[in-house]
């Protein structure tokens, strides 16, 4: 198969370039790396700047960044990648289900979902994780929930506007099911929304894990995550901000990543992006 | 009138670009013509022909949407001296922007601001351009409503736009145009999105500013009978050149150009078919006419489709529970009859109820109550499941949009192929051949089978609505304003598509339409809806020859006749307004009767509380 014009331009490259070196890093660091290189401490070198021995610095401990964000990766991208999947198998069909059926359904079904969005996400991440025990399976779960709502909300505006289309209402005289009608004619035309608030998601996701770990319900130090190494190092940002920076730009070398692949993605399933045929 | 003297513009060998991926797009090319004061001239050209770019270009505003003047001459005559307009500085030109070009445009619901009251819209531009006190401004204001005859002008200076009907937001946006007393008026389709008595109103008021302050109106639409009624002189454009230009009259009467023959040729003009029962297709310059004769009249006892006392209501909410407050009477006690092969119109302004008709039959919307006998089925009777297999198998539907109405994200073979599978509709090879067989009966080259929407143009979008309407062998079709948004070129090849098909299947169609000149063409019998009643029905020569509901012959009189000869403005139209058919709850309407003037013909008896006389 060819390779989608919209996989060939910059931004598509970059996005590509980006995920699969992050995907890399979250893979092959944990086998290459001992995993006591992130938790050895160095006494004399605490929060040291970026020097021979270490390239990235130090944090308040004396613990390499550099290594610490390099097996750091997997926790962040495994936890804020699985929450945000769970999110969507959740958030989708309940979408997709009140936006297309409507009526008391919806009412329903929104109702839980605005109840749920009363609640700050990072509080009810914080209850469900308290509730089910510290674990990344259940960091993971807590997460996931949390976002939810969001997802949920989004995609039943989408369904609710595509559902009135009259390609959707000639699709129903075609004699199509109401399970056709959502699968083949409802969800390819919701898509876009959904890769660009999936993508928006992971880069909260990421955040919400260090928000859980810093409560002691995610990650459990000495263990590397990106959000812990952004939480702890708030108290040293005017006498080391590379302790923020160094996490801090692989968030958002990783969230960037994901929005060119998610641009590039959504583009290569639109028909009107292709290009002439 | 043609004058002879100093022409207020010329535009001399126009050409403006557009940044494209690959380079620059010519919008268009070697334009070249002149408006002389106090004088009409028209532009008239189907989309992507580029009148407007032209409009945009003399108010130098098609550098906001990305456009660029690369050479020619926008000669303006200002305080006696000509400038060029294309090398004016921005300064002068925003002093020249309404100030001595005023501007109208076609979407009045979105070119006023909806958080500023009309006073406030209004008396911006005077205190800027002639530096009036809020007072004096205000008066002005009042004064300018006035002239443009606004009921109760007053109250409309308080009002927001959302306040206003449509026909009045676009006179008070010819109001703001009118308000420095520009020498030039620029309207660009401004009648487009009205319906036709509003139209009407709108354009005697254009003619008559025009007539008492001398101004010259340069006046762009798409419409060939909006130009036989308005212009002095014509310009016709296509595809960003200047095909032809000269007096109305010479245009309509001896075109010189092939151009402008097709054109021409495509427009229905209203009354052209008095004194021939049946229908006929639009003959097209340059292509064999008339292949198929339409279907005559039917005199079969038994009608297709039988539409008794139809009735349906849309639930108003509001509250904190959400409750139904209030209904929209969208269809009150409508009946009618559809004969095998024939087509049934129904014709109305916007809000009268005839798509909602439509969609009640198709049970796309619920009806309230009534009875819709298909072929003697109770289509109202069916459940979901036999809704799908009954119902759909034998009635399809043509949406208006056709950039809405098919998936972007399918193919057009499998969107076709969709009716056919679900309805397990027997054919005589495969699916696929048989969608094949569809596309070469719409004219649609085989080709386009495995193309998506996007790649097709409006016309062809609509060929592939009608064969995917027809893949399931339907005795119905429901033709919801399915060539209004069509260019007139296309919208004669989509009909002629229509009663050939018709001729050939002997399908029936429910026509519904605004614009009559079009159902005068195409259909056998005529339904005229207000407000939800059919207030007229009868076969097409008894209702447009020989109409009896006052509302049918205020319509009729409204259409413009695309022939300059036959110039129906008259000053100051001004039609009541068509009245809410929001009701309270258990609100319990007249029912509908009917006289007999004709053998078929039934006329609403009056007084029925329609705000009719």
Known sequence: MKVPAAFRSTKGIAGVIVVVAVLAVAVFAPLLIPADWATRMDMRARLSPPTWAHPLGTDQLGRDLMFRVLLGAQTSIFIASAAVLMSIVIGLPLGLVSGYVGRTTDNVLMRLVDTLLSFPALLLALTISAILGP??????????????????????????????????????????????????????????AVIVQSTISLAFAILAEAGLSFLGLGTQPPDASWGLMIQASRDYLDRAPWTALVPGTAVAVTVLGLNMFGDALRDALDPRARGAA | MPIDQEPLVSVDKLRVEFRGEDGPIVGVENISFSIAPGETVCVVGESGSGKSVTSLSLMRLVEFGGGRITSGRLGFSLNGEQIDLAQTDSETMQAIRGDEIGMIFQEPMTSLNPVFTIERQMTDGLRVHRGLSRTKARARALELLQQVRIPEPERRLTQYPHELSGGMRQRVMIAMAMACEPRLLIADEPTTALD???????????????????????????????????????????????????????????????????????????????????????????????????????????????????????????????????????????????????????????????????????????????????????????????????????????????????????????????????????????VEDRVAELFDRVDLPRSFMSRFPHELSGGQRQRVAIARALAVNPKLIIADEAVSALDVSVQAQVLNLMMELQAELGVSYLFISHDMAVVERVAHRVGVMYLGRLVEIGSRQQVFENPQHSYTKSLLSAVPVADPTQRNIRDDLNFRPIPSPVFPLGHIPAPSIYDEVAPGHQVLRAQMGLGLD
């Open chain 1, 135 to 192: 674990n990344l399976q259940n960091t993971i779960i807590a997460i996931g929930i949390a976002f939810t709502p969001f997802l949920a909300r989004i995609i039943r505006g989408e369904a609710l506007r595509v559902a009135q289309m009259p390609y959707v209402e000639a699709a129903r005289t075609a004699g199509n099911s109401d399970l056709r009608l959502i699968t083949l004619h409802i969800l390819p035309n919701i898509m876009p």
């Open chain 2, 196 to 430: 036709v008595t509003i139209q009407a109103e709108i354009l005697a008021l254009i003619d008559r500013l025009k007539r008492e302050t001398g101004m010259a109106v340069l006046f762009i639409t798409h419409d060939m009978a909006v130009v036989a009624q308005m212009a002095d002189r014509v310009v016709v454009m296509y595809r960003g050149k200047l095909v032809e230009e000269g007096p109305v009259e010479r245009i309509f009467a001896a075109p010189q150009e092939e151009y402008t023959r097709k054109l021409l040729a495509a427009v229905p003009r209203l009354g052209e078919m008095r004194g021939k029962p049946a229908p006929e297709p639009m003959r097209l310059v340059g292509e064999e006419t008339a292949q198929a004769s339409p279907t005559p009249i039917d005199a079969a006892p038994e009608p297709l489709l039988k539409v008794s006392n139809l009735t349906t209501r849309y639930p108003v909410k509001g509250g904190l529970f959400r409750r139904t407050i209030a209904n929209v009477h969208a269809v009150e006690d409508v009946s009618f009859d559809i004969g095998r092969g024939q087509t049934l119109a129904l014709v109305g302004e916007s809000g009268c109820g005839k798509s909602s008709c439509g969609r009640s039959i198709l049970r796309l919307s619920e009806p309230t109550s009534g009875q819709v006998l298909l072929d003697r089925t109770d289509i109202l009777a069916l459940n979901n499941r036999d809704l799908r297999r009954r119902a759909w198998r034998d009635m399809q539907m043509v949406f208006q949009d056709p950039f809405a109405s098919l998936n972007p994200y399918m193919r057009l073979r499998d969107q076709v192929a969709e009716p056919i599978r679900n309805f397990a509709i027997k054919t005589a090879g495969t």
